[in-house]
Structures are given as structure tokens and as C-alpha cells.
């Protein structure tokens, strides 16, 4: 089974979770993508779901497919969303903003009474952090913002290169008009610390350090699709 087929198994996991009627996070990246296919599927054939898109990108594949997308100041308590991630520990924290969405991400799942996550299996990590961790900034006082950043990284014992991200023409830009720098700590022990000190930073928009967030992860590998429950 190769990656795709994974997320694709991890998908039709989630979609079991997904009853008509229900107001519906959409997330963003390949994974979510995935999802997106089988749920407009789904409504082809009648089944009734109002989606809020997190990102441009999902809110066009979304459109193209035929998912009936509201904004989330139209529906701003959701039943359910359904997310990718670029890590998941064993206790259901995560990385996620490799698709450079996790303000919107964030956003979107906090508005969700449950977020369930959907990954294949090579995301699952012991400890986060091997992937960098993606901050999003205001463009305005990025140096100072970088700085302050290095600060807490060093208090927190942890070191590793901050890069701003780049697309094709320069920064990257993010949906809501930010800029994210990557953090590549290699290991963050102590995750709910280093969220708290990230917010703590003004010039931080947020980060994509999902704690306490997501009550189910499916993981898919080549037996299939399993599942993990947050232990709260
Ligand atoms: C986008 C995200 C994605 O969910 C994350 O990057 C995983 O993407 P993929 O399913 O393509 O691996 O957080 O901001």
C-alpha cells in the first residue's frame, strides 16, 4: 500500500464519523484532499453536509467537487472537522501548518465540538518535533518577532534553525496575509510550554502546535486504518 492509499484508507475511516446533517470543518493538505473526494462523493449521491473550508486551497476543491461550503461567521459552531497533520504524538497533540493553514486550521477546530485527525503512519512520532514546527508571523516586526522566538527556544532548552518559508517569488504568504518561519527544534519534550511561550509573543499570529484538540486520530498503514482516543 502506497502513502496515498493510506490517507485514502484513513478517510473513508473518518467519513464513517461523518452524519448528514452535520456542520463540517474542512481541512487542508493532500490528506484532507483525500477526505474532500469521498465526501463529495457522498453528496453526489444525496447525502446533506454544510463545510467550512480552512484554507483557499480546500474551499476550491471543495467548489469543484460540488461540497456545499459556508463561511464559519455563517456557521460558527461545527459539529465535526476532519484535519490532516504533519505529526501526531500518542497523545493526540500535534504538528500541523506544513500546508502553511494552521491559523485557519486552528480556528476552524476550536469552533468544532470534536476534531478528528487523519494521517497515514509514517506522521506518528513518539516525541514532536522532528518536523519543523511552523510559527506564523506577522509581517510586521519579523526580525523582532525571530528574536524573541530564539529567546524562549533558548529557555526552553531547545535550538535549531528558524527559516522564513519560501514559495516560487519570495515569502511565502499565508491565506490570512502572514508569513511563517520553521522551526526545526528536532525534539520539543515539553510541547504545552512551548505553545504558551509562542503565544506569549506578540508578533506571533499562532502556531502550529494543536494541544488538547483533536478526541480521535486515524491512522492508516498497510493493514489498514486504526484508531487513537484522546485520554481526557
Ligand atoms: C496544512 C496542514 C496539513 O494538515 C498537514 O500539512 C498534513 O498535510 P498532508 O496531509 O498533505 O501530509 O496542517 O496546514
Redesign the pocket.
Known amino acids: 500500500m502506497d502513502a496515498r492509499e493510506m490517507?485514502i484508507k484513513a478517510a473513508e475511516a473518518a467519513l464513517t464519523h461523518v452524519e448528514s446533517g452535520m456542520r463540517l470543518g474542512i481541512?487542508?493538505?493532500?490528506?484532507?484532499e483525500e477526505f474532500v473526494r469521498l465526501l463529495a462523493e457522498k453528496v453526489a449521491g444525496g447525502f446533506k453536509v454544510e463545510g467550512v473550508p480552512t484554507?483557499e486551497r480546500t474551499a476550491r476543491l471543495c467548489v469543484e467537487l460540488g461540497v456545499p461550503l459556508k463561511s464559519l461567521d455563517e456557521l460558527p459552531a461545527l459539529d465535526l472537522t476532519i484535519?490532516?497533520?504533519?505529526e501526531v504524538d500518542g497523545a493526540l497533540r500535534l504538528i500541523?501548518?506544513?500546508?502553511?493553514?494552521?491559523l485557519r486550521?486552528k480556528i476552524v477546530a476550536a469552533a468544532s465540538q470534536r476534531m478528528i485527525v487523519i494521517?497515514d503512519e509514517s506522521?506518528l512520532v513518539d516525541t514532536l518535533g522532528a518536523y519543523a514546527l511552523p510559527i506564523e508571523v506577522n509581517p510586521f516586526g519579523l526580525v523582532s518577532t525571530r528574536m524573541a522566538i530564539e529567546k524562549v527556544a533558548a529557555r526552553l532548552g531547545l535550538s535549531g534553525e528558524l527559516s522564513l518559508r519560501q514559495s516560487g517569488d519570495g515569502e511565502f504568504t499565508t491565506d490570512g496575509g502572514h508569513h511563517i518561519i520553521d522551526a526545526s527544534f528536532g525534539r520539543i519534550p515539553d510541547a504545552e510550554a512551548l505553545s504558551s511561550e509562542l503565544n506569549s509573543i506578540p508578533g506571533v499570529v499562532e502556531h502550529?502546535l494543536f494541544i488538547n484538540m483533536a478526541a480521535l486520530a486515524i491512522i492508516a498503514g498497510p493493514a489498514g486504518a486504526r484508531t487513537l482516543q484522546a485520554n481526557r
Not at 27 to 32: C, D, K, N, Q, V
Not at 83 to 86: E, T
Open positions: 490517507k481541512g487542508t493538505g493532500s490528506t484532507a484554507s484535519d490532516g497533520a504533519d500541523k501548518g506544513g500546508g502553511g493553514a494552521l486550521e494521517a506522521k502550529g
